[in-house]
């Protein structure tokens, strides 16, 4: 059986499936099992930023496999406190700390839980479109209703407000909220950047009430926005910053990074894999291929190259094109899941993002002529 067949009969499957066998990946292309080449701008859902089977983490991972693979949080471990030294060195002003797990809603949960122990408060107040993960914890903070309803009742406290709307957040969030959670741009919810004027009120009422600030960095970080994290765009430092996608070159690996003020008691949290040395290793390779590549620069400009080209023969179809960095949203007047297909067709991955949103998150090591591709490829399928 091929692998379409091994995984129909197989898995227990929790993805609308696109019928597409991808079998190896090189800088921003990766090949179908019929050597069809495709540039992929869904990037493993914004994962391959420093692109695919990138060399320098390749070395790192398989050098860090003869040497050690495991070391749990109870001992002290050289390649995880290169790695924390180095995330809190990168780190917004104020975020002294580093805590790493697994994945995103990993983050997520162990941001809420040192929110709430750090304030003693219960509330959680976060955006509609909002998108923070799958894990009961972090779905209680995820807007989405089609995700949400069938898990409840879900964790207790939640609630939402408005993106983008200062006075429904300044009304939310009082004395009971231990956190407030924002993506700086929405990234499942359309690509939505948050206003200026958004994520400073956030600070500030976050600051006035007491409540712990959190950054939902997972998609936007680590260059995608054209600087490191997308709140250096917006000169606005939250208490913690949520980490992980595109953070380890692949390699799963998640990370909160906070103030110090949000230390929890020691035997609080856990995690039995979470800064193990082979996720270390990678991420400290991928973060130095960030750094020493200029991939910051790179998204600002290739993603301003995109629009430009982009907005040449625009479509009646296009409702609005939405970008910062290479994470680029193309909201249409119809459903985009057809234009994804034609899009494939021609040799280029994108993703949705809601019913109406196409969605581009290149590898940020992309290429001038394939980010040219990709601009002509959407204009040609979008062509009224
Ligand atoms: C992907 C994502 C998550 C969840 O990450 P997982 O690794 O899939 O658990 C959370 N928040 C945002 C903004 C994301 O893009």
């Known amino acids: 059986m091929n692998a379409r067949e091994l995984e129909r009969a197989y898995a227990l499957e929790v993805f609308p499936k696109r019928d597409l066998t991808i079998v190896r990946g090189e800088g921003a292309c990766v090949w179908d099992d019929?050597?069809?080449?495709?540039?992929?701008?869904?990037?493993?859902?914004?994962?391959?930023?420093?692109?695919?089977?990138?060399?320098?983490?390749?070395?790192?991972?398989?050098?860090?496999?003869?040497?050690?693979v495991s070391c749990p949080g109870i001992f002290y471990n050289d390649v995880r406190a290169r790695l924390?030294?180095?995330?809190?060195?990168?780190?917004?002003?104020?975020?002294?700390?580093?805590?790493?797990?697994?994945?995103?809603?990993?983050a997520v949960e162990a941001a809420i839980k040192f929110a709430r122990l750090a304030t003693g408060r219960a509330g959680v107040v976060s955006a509609m479109r909002g998108f923070h993960g799958r894990t009961l914890g972090a779905l209680s903070a995820t807007h989405k209703k089609e995700y949400r309803e069938p898990f409840e009742p879900l964790v207790p406290g939640f609630s939402f407000v408005p993106f983008n709307h200062v006075e429904?957040?300044?009304?939310?969030?009082?004395?009971?909220?231990?956190?407030?959670?924002?993506?700086?741009?929405?990234?499942?919810?359309?690509?939505?950047?948050?206003?200026?004027?958004?994520?400073?009120?956030?600070?500030?009422?976050?600051?006035?009430?007491?409540?712990?600030?959190?950054?939902?960095?997972?998609?936007?970080g680590f260059c995608r926005t054209g600087r490191m994290f997308a709140c250096d765009r917006y000169g606005v430092a939250p208490d913690v910053l949520c980490l992980a996608k595109a953070i380890a070159g692949g390699v799963p690996l998640g990370a909160v990074l906070a103030h110090e003020r949000l230390q929890p008691p020691p035997g609080r949290h856990g995690t039995t894999f979470g800064g193990n040395p082979l996720a270390s290793a990678a991420a400290l390779a991928a973060i130095r291929?960030?750094?020493?590549?200029?991939?910051?620069?790179?998204a600002e400009a290739l993603g301003a190259r995109f629009s430009e080209r982009f907005a040449r023969r625009q479509s009646a179809?296009?409702?609005?094109?939405?970008?910062?960095?290479?994470?680029?949203?193309?909201?249409?007047?119809?459903?985009?899941?057809?234009?994804?297909?034609?899009?494939?067709?021609?040799?280029?991955?994108?993703?949705?993002?809601?019913?109406?949103?196409?969605?581009?998150?290149?590898?940020?090591?992309?290429?001038?002529?394939?980010?040219?591709?990709?601009?002509?490829t959407l204009t040609e399928v979008l062509a009224d």
């Open 34 to 68: 019929e050597g069809r080449r495709y540039i992929d701008c869904v990037g493993g859902i914004g994962v391959a930023s420093i692109g695919h089977a990138n060399p320098a983490v390749a070395e790192a991972l398989a050098e860090q496999a003869r040497v050690l």
């Open 84 to 106: 924390l030294a180095e995330l809190v060195s990168i780190a917004p002003a104020g975020l002294t700390r580093a805590f790493l797990c697994n994945s995103g809603a990993e």
């Open 168 to 220: 429904k957040l300044r009304a939310a969030v009082g004395a009971d909220t231990a956190a407030v959670i924002i993506e700086p741009v929405q990234g499942e919810g359309g690509v939505r950047p948050a206003s200026r004027d958004y994520l400073s009120a956030a600070r500030r009422i976050c600051d006035e009430a007491g409540a712990v600030l959190v950054f939902d960095e997972i998609q936007t």
């Open 289 to 298: 291929f960030m750094r020493d590549e200029r991939l910051d620069d790179r």
């Open 317 to 376: 179809r296009v409702r609005a094109v939405r970008q910062v960095g290479l994470m680029i949203g193309v909201e249409l007047r119809e459903r985009c899941r057809p234009y994804l297909g034609a899009l494939a067709e021609r040799g280029v991955l994108a993703l949705p993002a809601g019913t109406t949103v196409i969605r581009l998150l290149p590898p940020l090591v992309i290429t001038e002529a394939q980010i040219d591709e990709v601009a002509d």
